[in-house]
């Protein structure tokens, strides 16, 4: 067997086997092939596609092509969320004590952001002392204490996953619905746990625009979960406008807080993070999906949520007095207001726009090895649905970039949405695959 037949057979739309498969990946993993040809087999997939087979393999193949994790003393409890992106998301910071407290256990890997806003590594690490990366047996004894821990994800978790995108981000060959499900699904099940809940979101601020394309991702990495032995559901969520009032890193930090507090009851966060929070223990628990979302809501309005979130950030090295103190955290010195130049009733906020001025604020990274302000974001001031009259405020924005009022003016102009009439009040929820 050589590279140059498999990638022959692909290239016209032949059907890999398992051992081909395993065969690439190898090589890969061993800087054995060139990145022209994993380039042009790359291509290939993009535009002959994989049956759901031939991507379950592909998944399998890359996530041992690293180390794993080995979650088995904690039974069939762990469950792990994972959410394809978005502007505003701090979905997990609600979810997981949620959760926990539910006798679920989440050992969770996450990622700093790349692109426009943090991750969910990101918003962690604006508390001041909180460590993302306890050696192994700090991090399992965590899980069996706490419920919960959350770490930056190895750079030996699923590395083929890491040569591919790597390439696929020049060679244009992002948008393969195979290749993004195994790239997701592989660091999922390299990380071990027995469920998996997925956000996939869909809209403006999201990689998948429509809602079929969204749809699609969500049953392939289902049946791929389903193919290797793993319980997987999925919610599929609107990202047409920001989750939540805040995007950045400690803003987002502080509006998870004032959630799990129990001073928000209703809106999209609230919404998106009870019905995830419900699928996880539905899924860990074996209960009918509105069981799961109804205990999600008697734990949240307990405060044992709350309690167990600030037991999680104590236990990876956030001092208690800021934990007691997190509507405190330290925001960038700048601070600048959009107001409204026109009246009516606002009808929208661009989740891509938002996700782009976060980004110019200091909240995102352009590359990698970037710095971001941790106090840097977008706090918005006005809701959808809301009326609105010239000069009303919009939005703070903070940062420590200075920032013309004309520069401010035009944002204003484009970010925000009006109209005449009030908009009709939608959900968030678009479909739940199970």
Request: one cysteine or more; hydrophobic letters at 40%; charged letters at 25%.
């Amino acid at each position: 067997m050589t590279f140059d037949d498999l990638l022959r057979k692909k290239r016209y739309g032949g059907e890999l086997q398992k051992e081909e498969i395993d065969f690439f990946i190898d090589r890969l993993t061993a800087d054995a092939l060139p990145d022209y040809k994993v380039s042009a087999f790359l291509m290939a997939v993009c535009l002959q596609g994989m049956t759901d087979r031939e991507t379950a393999d592909l998944t399998e193949a890359m996530a041992n092509s690293g180390n794993t994790l080995d979650l088995s003393l904690f039974g069939d409890q762990t469950v792990d969320k994972h959410s394809t992106g978005g502007v505003g998301d701090k979905t997990t910071l609600i979810v997981a004590p949620i959760a926990a407290c539910a006798g679920c256990k989440i050992a969770k890997m996450s990622g700093r952001g790349l692109g426009d806003t943090g991750g969910t590594i990101d918003k962690l690490e604006a508390i001041p002392g909180f460590s993302v990366e306890p050696a192994k047996d700090e991090f399992l004894r965590q899980v069996e204490d706490v419920g919960i821990a959350v770490v930056s994800q190895s750079g030996e978790l699923a590395p083929a996953d890491k040569k591919l995108y790597a390439l696929r981000d020049v060679t244009c060959t992002v948008d393969s619905i195979p290749l993004i499900a195994s790239s997701i699904m592989s660091k999922k099940l390299a990380a071990g746990a027995r469920h998996i809940v997925l956000d996939v979101k869909c809209g403006s601020g999201a990689f998948m625009k429509t809602l079929p394309e969204a749809l699609e991702l969500a049953q392939t990495m289902i049946e791929i979960g389903s193919r290797k032995g793993r319980v997987v559901c999925a919610l599929v969520s609107d990202m047409q406008t920001p989750l939540g009032s805040c995007v950045g890193n400690a803003l987002e930090v502080m509006e998870a807080a004032d959630v799990l507090k129990g001073n928000t009851t209703g809106g999209a966060l609230y919404d998106v993070a009870l019905t995830l929070a419900g699928l996880m223990i539905a899924s860990v628990k074996q209960l009918p999906y509105a069981q799961g979302r109804a205990k999600a809501e008697q734990i949240l309005k307990s405060g044992a949520a709350y309690d167990k979130f600030l037991a999680w950030l104590q236990a990876q090295g956030a001092d208690a007095l800021v934990c007691s103190h997190l509507e405190a955290l330290p925001l960038s010195s700048r601070c600048f207001t959009l107001t409204a130049g026109q009246g009516g009733y606002l009808a929208g906020i661009r989740a891509d726009l938002a996700g782009h001025l976060a980004k110019q604020l200091g909240a995102g990274r352009e590359n990698k090895g970037d710095s971001i302000d941790y106090g840097a974001g977008i706090r918005f001031l006005a809701s959808i649905g809301e009326q609105i009259a010239p000069g009303h405020p919009l939005a703070a924005l903070y940062t420590e970039k200075p920032i013309g009022d004309e520069k401010l003016r035009g944002l204003a102009e484009d970010l925000f949405i009006f109209s005449e009439k009030r908009p009709e009040t939608t959900s968030p929820i678009l479909q739940i695959l199970q």
